[in-house]
């Protein structure tokens, strides 16, 4: 007999909280959820006001199996899942499987794993709330609704295998429109002056070593106008003419939430939104750090009373300042505080780099917030110039008179520019001192477009607009990529020519042209033409889904569910009712979406060039598509360009492969880019060139280069060379053991068979053998749901009818009204 059974998420925090309870608990975890929506059909009963079907998923059946029957044997069960909705609903859910009673049963909750705080939260249990099971269910059935609905709608009117959910498609969007800003954006140049100095020592009258960088405030529109200053400049005099000190300060930021976690983490240590959670995940099952998904900046009591303790221990009295921190979020609901250490005493914790540097973030981050303010002391200086005094240089210094929080941590800005206002220590100037001219440098400067979402920039967007929950953010950004809508991108840039004009000590004019890269970026999130065409589609025919305050209302709506003001059944039939209407409208009248644009005319053939969507992606077409006429031409389109802004030159370009090299060995070499990527083609061999070498830039003398790389490659994994019923048959080295390679099937080797001996009959027993069981891969069925807006779309077509163990129904009929 069990006297308690305590019941949480993950081994690891089940590990951790064990060490805290005595020999009367036994501690167990779920894995996660272990249950969800039927994958048979909908999983919803449409004509049951939308109740819920689940299943238990196949993958936790034993789970399932065990934790009933040891909740059979204990005298008490005690529920300690998460404490955000995703958390409650997980405890819901095992009450349900495991036959406890939703009201007796109790519900633990803390945000730290520490000692103090399980053992206070085993003092003050509760019931599962059932209006934050609600808000939960509510997201879960009304992304599923979503998904499972529109994603037939793509799959008929736009391609495939194609997918659409609530919150990832927003998403998209907001990355679409940016890029469409990027595209359309006019670049106006103009010309930024700046100037050196060197201080004339006053009683001396010598020139001092030290450079005075200055500044025209106002820039110039046109080259001529740039001259003209400049030689106004010429056997100038130039002194300080006033000296202004301001006194300044800079303040700490508030604590982390999970947002703000996510982009510094992305600033300063590189990382992924989905590394931060997993890496954030395992100090929080480790008892290292509070609870991770929040957007809460308050911080305990208890917790304000250490920090004080350690500022003043470690830095003294003067840089402890507590305050408190107020919530912008008024919706803040998923934690009651703000992320920090468990032990603000440790500096250091993690079993890895990965976790080491990002609890170092963490604590640095919350000492700082409770610290005092950087102190300053800001300068400018005005420089006149003798013989143009419509315009002053201007120089900015900044000096730090009190470093207070900055001592420990200084936050990170998104897309630092190489125009802001570089403040650094200036030497010792008075007003009416002269200056001695170096040179003057009018550069010619180009306004930029808006910066490309980094994921850490996206997260704030998101946040700022209402879209998503903390623990939405991380898998819809990782939905995204894997639905192929965005990618990280790798954008070479182009060469732009611009005017350097430079004003010498000795007077001289130079003016130069010289050239920079532009529109260079790499790890920013790009659209595909099919993340476009998606886009599009959507916009055009569900514009309440893709509008961003209707996202951010349904959000609010979830919230009113968890407080108990909102019915969550009745939210969902209001949305569902008109959804399901444009559904079929969309189905019944709108076009299919091919993303077509008509480039202009082939200059060989006459026929028409078009850019469009095709079955295997975005693509060039020679040619009208016809019954009984020639096939028209295809080209896939090049990483980084778009179906919109394609032009005829650059779709011309692309029907330049395949290309003859040379030859080898008697046989052409060919350059061509397939299904799989660029490659080089001898005979029937081929070889995929290396990531970064242009199929369309390569030479004949890199390309043997590779072809014997290749090779060389190939035989220092080759063990035998046979054939077999006309083919070669191969024993090769692999990375998991030597394997037989045979007519596009690979048999790995027992591990008791020589590969270096092995007679061709063997060889052929185990072909034999593999094609009798060939290997069935395994999919996700049963997987644990991520905690994530959007619901996995069908598997399949949209059924005609639906079974679920409620009903059978017609596919989705209207539900009864109350």
Not at 243 to 262: M, R
Not at 531 to 546: H, R
Not at 693 to 717: G, T, V
Request: aromatic share 8%.
């Amino acid at each position: 007999m069990i006297k308690n059974l305590v019941i949480v998420e993950s081994p690891a925090k089940a590990k951790t909280i064990e060490k805290f309870l005595g020999e009367d608990f036994v501690v167990k975890s779920s894995y996660g959820h272990i249950r969800d929506l039927s994958d048979n059909g909908l999983g919803i009963d449409l004509n049951n006001n939308f109740e819920p079907d689940y299943q238990i998923s196949a993958d936790k059946e034993k789970v399932v199996a065990e934790l009933k029957k040891l909740s059979k044997d204990a005298q008490e069960v005690w529920l300690a899942t998460d404490e955000d909705r995703e958390g409650e609903a997980i405890s819901w859910h095992l009450a349900k499987a495991l036959g406890l009673n939703i009201d007796s049963t109790k519900r633990i909750v803390f945000h730290e794993i520490t000692k103090p705080a399980i053992l206070k939260a085993i003092q003050n249990p509760r019931k599962i709330d059932q209006n934050l099971v609600n808000a939960q269910q509510a997201r879960r059935v009304l992304d599923r609704l979503v998904g499972f609905e529109l994603s037939p709608v793509l799959w008929k009117k736009v391609k495939p295998s194609l997918s659409a959910g609530r919150v990832q498609s927003v998403a998209v969007k907001l990355i679409v429109e940016r890029e469409r800003e990027i595209n359309s954006f006019n670049t106006a140049s103009s010309f930024k002056v700046t100037a050196d100095f060197h201080p004339i020592d006053e009683k001396t009258n010598q020139i001092q070593a030290a450079v005075l960088k200055a500044e025209l405030p106002e820039r110039f529109k046109t080259q001529e106008q740039a001259e003209e200053f400049l030689k106004s400049c010429i056997d100038s005099n130039f002194k300080i003419l006033d000296i202004e000190v301001k006194p300044g300060y800079k303040s700490p930021s508030a604590p982390f939430t999970t947002s703000t976690l996510q982009q510094e983490a992305s600033r300063k240590l590189g990382y992924s939104v989905t590394r931060t959670m997993q890496v954030a995940q395992k100090l929080y099952e480790a008892g290292h750090i509070t609870y991770m998904r929040t957007d809460s900046v308050n911080l305990s009591e208890t917790a304000v009373e250490d920090i004080k303790k350690q500022v003043i221990s470690h830095y003294g009295p003067n840089y402890s300042n507590p305050k408190k921190y107020a919530n912008k979020n008024e919706s803040a609901q998923e934690a009651h505080e703000a992320i920090r250490p468990t032990y603000i005493s440790i500096p250091s914790a993690g079993e890895d780099d990965s976790e080491k540097r990002l609890y170092d973030l963490i604590w640095k981050r919350t000492i700082a917030s409770q610290m005092s303010n950087a102190i300053l002391e800001k300068t400018n200086v005005k420089i006149e110039i003798s013989k143009n005094k419509n315009h002053q240089f201007q120089a900015f210094g900044e000096v730090l008179k009190f470093d207070g929080f900055l001592k420990v941590y200084l936050e990170s800005k998104d897309d630092e520019t190489e125009d802001e206002d570089v403040k650094g220590m200036l030497p010792p100037l008075s007003v009416g001192q002269n200056l001695d001219k170096m040179d003057i440098q009018a550069i010619e400067r180009f306004s930029r477009p808006p910066a490309r979402y980094s994921e850490a920039a996206l997260v704030k967007k998101l946040e700022e607009l209402g879209i998503g929950r903390p623990s939405t953010y991380a898998p819809t950004i990782t939905t995204v990529q894997k639905r192929q809508y965005v990618e990280k991108s790798e954008l070479e840039g182009h060469e732009r020519k611009f005017q350097a004009l430079t004003l010498k000590k000795n007077n001289q004019l130079d003016v130069q042209t010289q050239t920079e890269i532009t529109g260079k970026d790499k790890g920013k999130l790009v659209p595909t033409n099919i993340g476009m065409v998606v886009n599009d589609f959507l916009d055009a025919n569900f514009s309440q889904i893709m509008d961003y305050n209707f996202t951010a209302s349904v959000e609010k709506q979830f919230d009113n569910i968890a407080d108990g003001t909102q019915v969550w059944k009745e939210m969902i039939g209001s949305f569902y009712l008109p959804f399901h209407q444009t559904v079929d409208d969309t189905l019944k009248n709108s076009e299919r979406a091919k993303g077509e644009r008509l480039l202009g005319v082939d200059p060989k053939s006459g026929d028409n060039i078009y850019a469009k969507m095709g079955r295997y992606g975005a693509m060039i077409q020679i040619g009208e598509l016809t019954d009984d006429g020639p096939k028209p031409k295809y080209a896939k389109i090049r990483s980084g360009q778009f179906l919109e802004t394609i032009t005829l030159e650059d779709a011309l370009e692309l029907f330049k492969l395949p290309k003859e090299l040379g030859e080898m060995e008697d046989q052409k070499i060919l350059v061509n880019i397939g299904r799989f990527g660029p490659y080089v083609q001898v005979g029937k061999e081929f070889f995929s060139l290396p990531k970064g070498e242009d199929p369309y830039e390569l030479k004949l003398d890199r390309a043997l280069e590779i072809i014997l790389e290749k090779r060389e490659d190939k035989l220092s994994k080759l063990i035998q060379d046979l054939e077999f019923d006309g083919k070669p048959l191969q024993i090769l080295k692999g990375r998991f053991g030597p394997y037989i390679s045979w007519n596009k099937l690979n048999v790995t080797l027992p591990k008791d068979v020589d590969p270096n001996t092995i007679s061709l009959e063997e060889c052929v027993k185990l072909i034999d053998a593999k094609k009798a069981n060939p290997t069935v891969k395994k999919g996700k069925f049963g997987k644990a749901a991520p905690k994530t807006d959007d619901a996995a779309a069908p598997k399949k077509a949209a059924p005609k009818k639906t079974t679920t163990k409620k009903a059978t129904t017609k596919a989705s009929p209207k539900p009864k009204k109350k």
